[in-house]
C-alpha cells in the first residue's frame, strides 16, 4: 500500500475514533500502523457492482437519492468488503484486548474506505460521484435488502440479516451516479445541523 494511502487511512481512522489533530498520541499511532499491517496479510477485499440506466423503485420512492443521482447519465450500484477474517479478529481483540479492538475497528473502516476510494479511481470513469450509501442522510438502512436481491453478494460470502446489518461487518454497499461529478460535502447533506462530526468542528470524510 502507497504511503499516501496510508496517510489517508491514518487519518480518516482517527476521524472515526473522534479525535482532532491536535489530540492525536504516538500511543494510538502505534496501534494504528500495527493494525494497517495486520490489515495488509488477512484482509480479503472484494469489490462487485452492476450497471443500470433506469431507476429502481427504492431509488424512485426517495427523493434523496432522485436528487443524489440528477444529472447522471447512469448508475452503479455497488458493493465491497474486507471479508470474514478481519471481522474475526474484532471479535478477537473484543476478547483479549478492548483498546486494540477499539482501534482495530475504527482502522478497518477506514481501510475499507480507502481502498474502495482506490478501486473506483483506478476502475471507473473520473467522472462520476462519490459512493452514496442507505443509511446517509437519513435514508433506510432497509434499502440496502433491495440491492441485495440484485446484485447477490452471497457470491463473495456477504450476507444481509433481517435487521439490516450485513455480515461480514466491515462491508459497505451503495450507489454511484456517472455522467457527472460530486465530491463529499456537508453543504447539501440533511442531517447536517445534528452531525456530531460537524459539532466536534470535523467531518465524516
Known amino acids: 500500500m502507497s504511503s499516501r494511502n496510508i496517510s489517508n487511512i491514518v487519518d480518516l481512522a482517527y476521524t472515526y475514533l473522534g479525535y482532532s489533530k ?33 431507476k429502481l423503485d427504492f431509488i424512485k ?19 465491497t468488503t474486507l471479508g470474514k477474517r478481519v471481522d474475526d479478529r474484532v471479535k478477537y481483540y473484543s476478547i483479549t484486548d478492548m ?3 477499539v482501534v482495530f475497528d475504527a482502522v478497518c473502516g477506514a481501510y475499507l474506505e480507502v481502498l474502495a476510494d482506490q478501486y473506483e479511481k483506478d476502475n471507473f470513469d473520473e467522472l462520476r460521484t462519490y459512493r452514496f450509501c442507505p443509511g446517509y ?15 447477490k453478494p452471497e457470491r463473495i460470502g456477504v450476507i444481509i440479516l433481517e435487521s439490516n446489518l450485513m455480515v461480514p461487518l ?17 453543504g447539501k447533506c440533511d442531517i447536517r445541523d445534528k452531525c456530531e462530526f460537524r459539532k466536534r468542528g470535523m467531518t465524516c470524510y
Do not use: W
Request: some cysteine.
Open 137 to 151: 442522510q437519513g435514508t433506510k438502512t432497509a434499502d440496502l435488502q433491495d440491492i441485495f436481491k440484485i446484485l
Open 61 to 79: 420512492n426517495n427523493p434523496i437519492y432522485e436528487s443524489f443521482l440528477e444529472g447522471s447519465t447512469h448508475y452503479y450500484l455497488v458493493l
Open 170 to 186: 466491515k462491508t459497505m454497499c451503495g450507489l454511484i451516479g456517472f455522467g457527472k461529478k460530486m465530491n463529499k460535502s456537508c
Open 99 to 101: 483498546k486494540k479492538m
Open 22 to 54: 491536535l489530540s492525536r498520541s504516538s500511543d494510538i499511532d502505534k496501534l494504528i500502523m500495527e493494525s494497517i499491517d495486520e490489515l495488509d496479510k488477512i484482509a480479503q477485499f472484494n469489490y462487485i457492482y452492476q450497471d443500470f440506466d433506469y
